[in-house]
């Protein structure tokens, strides 16, 4: 017989709509803040994913399933900062940026009781995923480094966010 951790329909929680406006509003502003930190106060690319991953942890305040996410970025980000620099040689791109996954993916698993596991394994395949598809097009195609872009992808996790809340309480209504 298979035991499951999840909780049964009726105990479902409610759906926290303050927690994702609240994580929605540090989406919206961490999109004009990155947006100024790179186009008005230079900003080097570099630091967009360790930004993100700052940014999300805010949002996790709100919305804790946010935390994963923002684990695995900070991890990842702090690798993309540190690629090349002091004792990191040239040139080691790929080990330095799969150690920082790692890192993040480590630190999931240690806080498993803390961050959903499920939820911790969908983030780090998903993060890995766009970061493999970025890096494929990112030479031919820099409009990928544009901060408008990345700060319109911000706007879009706020709108994501409210979404999903909204989608959640109106199949929560109709059980």
């Not at 709100?62 to 990842?76: E, N, Q």
């Not at 540190?82 to 806080?111: C, I, M, N, S």
């Not at 969908?122 to 890995?128: E, G, N, P």
């Not at 994501?160 to 109709?174: D, K, Y």
């Amino acid at each position: 017989m298979a035991v499951s951790n999840m909780p049964a329909q009726s105990e479902a929680r409610p759906v926290d709509m303050r927690g994702r406006l609240g994580a929605a509003a540090v989406y919206a502003a961490g999109a004009v803040l990155y947006f100024v930190a790179r186009e008005a106060l230079g900003m080097e690319f570099t630091l967009s994913p360790l930004f993100y991953g700052l940014m999300l942890l805010a949002a996790g305040y709100f919305h804790r399933p946010l935390l994963a996410p923002a684990i695995v970025l900070i991890c990842w980000g702090v690798a993309v900062v540190l690629d090349g620099k002091g004792p990191l040689a040239e040139g080691r791109t790929a080990q330095v940026h799969t150690f920082g996954f790692g890192l993040g993916a480590l630190l999931l698993w240690l806080l498993r009781d803390r961050i959903d596991p499920a939820g911790s394994l969908q983030t780090v395949a998903i993060v890995m995923l766009v970061v493999a598809v970025w890096y494929y097009f990112v030479d031919d195609y820099p409009v990928l480094e544009r901060a408008w872009l990345w700060s319109a992808v911000f706007l879009l996790g706020a709108a994501a966010t409210i979404a999903g809340g909204l989608v959640q309480r109106r199949a929560a209504a109709t059980v």
